[in-house]
């Protein structure tokens, strides 16, 4: 199954110490099966801007992470799948903040399952398919 990424899931490959479990899954994925969001990769730059170490974490972002990850664009297809997911959850009074929802819009709209460790902040989003693997990787933490 191809899968996106969220951006705590590539931020843990970039730890010095990312989650044993979570790697070992990674390993079974292939590359051409790992894609991302436009909006992580806008998450991980400002992180990189904010941060002391700012060119050592733009180096990885440009050296290791973009080389790794088909980055799908935030397009019009999705920007509609956004809004229909985005009506359906203030109905029900479950909103969700705005780029949340636009990688969960980029994964439904893609068929692709969600790597995240925030299983339960995602949840609420129909037709989502969550991946656990980073969530159930991660010691003291319920998915």
């Known amino acids: 199954m191809p899968y996106l990424f969220d951006t705590d899931a590539i931020s843990e490959v970039l730890k010095p110490r990312p989650a044993a479990?979570?790697?070992?899954?990674?390993?079974?994925?292939?590359?051409?099966?790992?894609?991302?969001?436009?909006?992580?990769?806008?998450?991980?730059?400002?992180?990189?801007?904010?941060?002391?170490?700012?060119?050592?974490?733009?180096?990885?972002?440009?050296?290791?992470?973009?080389?790794?990850?088909?980055?799908?664009?935030?397009?019009?297809?999705?920007?509609?799948?956004?809004?229909?997911?985005?009506?359906?959850?203030?109905?029900?009074?479950?909103?969700?903040?705005?780029?949340?929802l636009q990688i969960a819009a980029t994964a439904v709209r893609h068929d692709l399952g969600l790597v995240t460790g925030n299983v339960r902040h995602f949840s609420r989003v129909p037709g989502l398919c969550l991946e656990r693997a980073l969530a159930e990787s991660r010691p003291g933490k319920a998915p």
């Open 21 to 100: 479990g979570y790697v070992e899954w990674l390993r079974h994925v292939p590359q051409e099966e790992q894609f991302t969001s436009a909006i992580c990769i806008a998450e991980l730059f400002e992180g990189a801007f904010v941060a002391h170490q700012r060119d050592r974490h733009l180096r990885n972002i440009e050296e290791r992470v973009l080389p790794q990850l088909i980055v799908l664009p935030f397009d019009v297809d999705t920007a509609r799948v956004f809004g229909e997911l985005a009506a359906v959850l203030r109905h029900s009074g479950q909103v969700l903040a705005d780029p949340d």
